[in-house]
């Protein structure tokens, strides 16, 4: 049976960016076709909390995926980051993937537990509550993409690969 694994990326907010990481390896792992599973892509969405939630719920809705990868851009980062947690005020919520078993498979990609107070976070944070009430429990991590380089473009997309895999068998 094939898995059906959406994936959501940003588009641009500041001035200097010319693209967004996250858009950039999902437009790669796009390009590749049909390496995985169904994956289902919903990319630039916009830099607005409630706008890319409900764009996000409403797909997730409609295509019921196996399960889901956010993605965001860290522009400093050096490497992929796995979010551990969504906080607003008081509240954190967790994600159920078990990040700890999954970043042994990786070679590039760190857990963090910082998602960042930003449209990434607050995506995160109206997607998880909404997964983890319905009778499906869907998993559902949020990814942040460091700028890619020649340097860094390969070790990504196998890092990336492997956790499409892994999702895939959950």
């Excluded at 916009?46 to 860290?74: E, F, R, S, Y």
């Excluded at 400093?76 to 990040?99: G, Q």
């Excluded at 990434?120 to 942040?144: D, R």
Aim: hydrophobic content about 45%; charged content about 20%; overall charge negative.
């Amino acid at each position: 049976m094939t898995k059906k694994i959406l994936l959501t990326s940003f588009t641009t907010w500041l001035s200097h960016h010319t693209s967004n990481a996250s858009d950039d390896l999902l437009a790669e792992v796009q390009q590749r076709g049909g390496e995985r599973g169904e994956l289902i892509f919903l990319r630039q969405l916009p830099v607005d909390i409630d706008a890319a939630a409900k764009n996000a719920i409403a797909l997730i809705k409609q295509q019921q995926p196996h399960a889901i990868i956010c993605c965001g851009m860290a522009e400093k980062s050096e490497k992929l980051r796995l979010e551990s947690c969504a906080r607003f005020e008081e509240e954190t919520l967790t994600t159920l993937v078990n990040l700890e078993a999954l970043v042994k498979e990786l070679s590039y990609t760190e857990i963090s537990h910082d998602a960042g107070k930003f449209v990434c976070e607050g995506l995160y944070y109206q997607v998880l509550p909404y997964l983890q009430a319905s009778a499906t429990l869907i998993p559902c991590i949020f990814l942040h993409v460091p700028l890619i380089t020649f340097q860094n473009r390969q070790i990504i997309l196998d890092d990336f690969f492997l956790i499409l895999q892994h999702l895939e068998q959950l």
